[in-house]
Structures are given as C-alpha cells and as structure tokens.
C-alpha cells in the first residue's frame, strides 16, 4: 500500500475520531481503513490509535504522528502545484475555526468569493467561541477575537475592531438611557465569560489612556457571542459588543448606541496557526483572503 494513502487514512481517522466516518468521508470500506491504520502501524512500531467499541482517540505517538502526516500531505500537494501560477489548480481542504457571529456575519456571506477564485478546494467551518486545540482537532487556522496567548501557536494579528454599548430601546425604555457612568448603578450589564463560573470584568471603559472595569449588576451570563448579542437584543442588559455584530442592528434600529464616551478598548482580531516549516499555498491564500475581507468590512468605526 501506498504510504501516502496510510498517511491520509490514518489522519482522517484522527480528525474524525472514528473509522466509520473517516471511512465514509475518503469512499473506503470500513474494513479497508481499519487495515490501513494497522499496517501503518506496523510500519512504524508504534501505537497510533486507542481503540474502543465506543470510541477512537489518538495516543501521544499517534498525535505526534499526525502533525507530522498533515504536513508532509500538504507538501505534496504543494509541491504538485508549484510551478501553476493560475490559482484555480490550488486543490485539497482547509479546516477552519472561528466565532460564531464572525461565520454567520462575515465569512459564509463571502465565502462564495473565494471559492469561485479557488474552486477545488473543499473549505471545512467550524464556528464556536471555545478555544480550539488546533492539533488534536486538525484545524489549519483559527481566527480569533481578543488577546492570545498561547506560545505554541503563532498569531497573525489582522488589526483591531472598534466597540460600542449597546442596548434595546425595550431595555432603555424601562430603564431609561445612561447618560453618565454614575448613572450605571441603575442599569444591568449582561455578562460575558470565556467559562461560565469565570468571574466578568464587569463595564469596561477607557479614560485619559487607562482602562477602567466597572462592576454591574446583570441577571444573564453568557459564553457565547450570538447567546450574547441576543440577550441584549431581548431587552436583558446592556451589552459591550463589537461594532462588526452591532452595526446591522444599529442601522435597522434593533439597538441602540449608549455611553459612546466610555467605551471599551479595541477588540484584536487575529489568526491562529500552529508552528510549521512552511504553511501549505492553500492556507496562506485563505488566510490572505480573509485579512482583506476583515479589513474591508470590519475595520472601520
């Protein structure tokens, strides 16, 4: 058997989690994936997979495997590319992570664009606002809304988003509109966290160069951007958002902008890749693509 395909099996299996899917994702009979995994592991001498009758998951060998798998396949296909210049001929599939708003928002209404300039490849979304594990989960880039920090990836920072205090005219008018920060002791805040339990920050403003955190009553919580974004629209709170989600809701009057001198910092906007040789052409050009889209459409006030 081709080594290459073993490779290929074996690193759909790992996304995937599963022989069944993997073998129905690559057109193969299940028997036939499950062999191929085997005689890889054969090859090597080592374990790559724990198998259980409910599950599959990757041993640390296998993991490190992986990495290594996926970017030798994407030499390949870069190396069956490098001397076309027409970028159409870029081929394979692209798994991708970002924030819920940003897909529904941004990325699928454009997405079209790029796949018309670079029709054979097969672009895979995911769209949560949980942190991702890149390598375990396969993804070839994440894009990400505030600080990173995390030293075994690298940050492409694509700029930074303005943000704006919103709320319902529901809420405003039965609570009335803050015209001071004093006046917010009378106000609710819905709260935002990375992990529900997490402690919110709370009002978040910039004053004379230095950022300010507020304490507010709230009565919804959330971790989620569209959770979020529907709690202030259903009257709930106020809600520090930025000004890419508000903005269709401003214009159709859904919500309303408040407090616009005390507003929260800039929001960052990044994309995330895991440290390689070289990113294959593939996910370089994506990555360019979705830096214009971002700047043309969410960097402006």
Request: hydrophobic residues 45%; proline residues 5%; aromatic residues 6%.
């Amino acid at each position: 058997m081709n080594k290459l395909e073993l490779m290929k099996t074996f690193v759909r299996v790992t996304e995937l989690s599963s022989f069944t899917q993997a073998a129905a994702s690559l057109g193969l009979p299940k028997a036939s994936v499950s062999e191929h995994v085997r005689e890889l592991e054969l090859l090597l001498g080592a374990r790559l997979l724990n198998r259980t009758t409910r599950k599959v998951s990757v041993t640390q060998d296998g993991l490190v495997l992986y990495q290594r798998c996926k970017d030798m396949l994407a030499d390949m296909d870069d190396m069956e590319n490098m001397f076309r210049l027409d970028g159409a001929v870029l081929r394979g599939r692209l798994r991708i992570d970002m924030p819920t708003v940003a897909a529904r928002q941004l990325v699928m209404p454009h997405l079209g664009e790029f796949l018309r300039a670079c029709p054979q490849i097969q672009v895979e979304v995911s769209s949560t606002d949980r942190r991702v594990d890149l390598v375990r989960e396969g993804f070839d880039c994440v894009l990400r809304a505030g600080d990173v920090q995390d030293p075994s990836l690298i940050a492409r920072y694509l700029g930074t988003v303005p943000m704006v205090n919103c709320a319902s005219p529901a809420y405003l008018s039965h609570y009335g509109t803050p015209l001071t920060i004093d006046e917010l002791s009378q106000h609710r805040l819905v709260h935002y966290v990375s992990t529900l339990g997490a402690r919110s920050a709370g009002f978040e403003y910039v004053l004379e160069g230095q950022l300010h955190q507020l304490p507010m009553a709230g009565n919804v919580t959330v971790n989620n951007t569209e959770a979020f974004q529907d709690a202030c629209l259903g009257g709930m709170g106020i809600a520090q958002m930025p000004m890419s989600g508000a903005r269709p809701h401003l214009a159709a009057g859904t919500l309303v902008a408040v407090l616009p001198q005390y507003v929260a910092p800039p929001m960052a906007i990044a994309l995330l890749y895991t440290h390689r040789r070289d990113l294959p052409k593939r996910t370089r050009v994506f990555m360019d693509w979705l830096s214009a889209l971002i700047e043309r459409e969410w960097m402006v006030a």
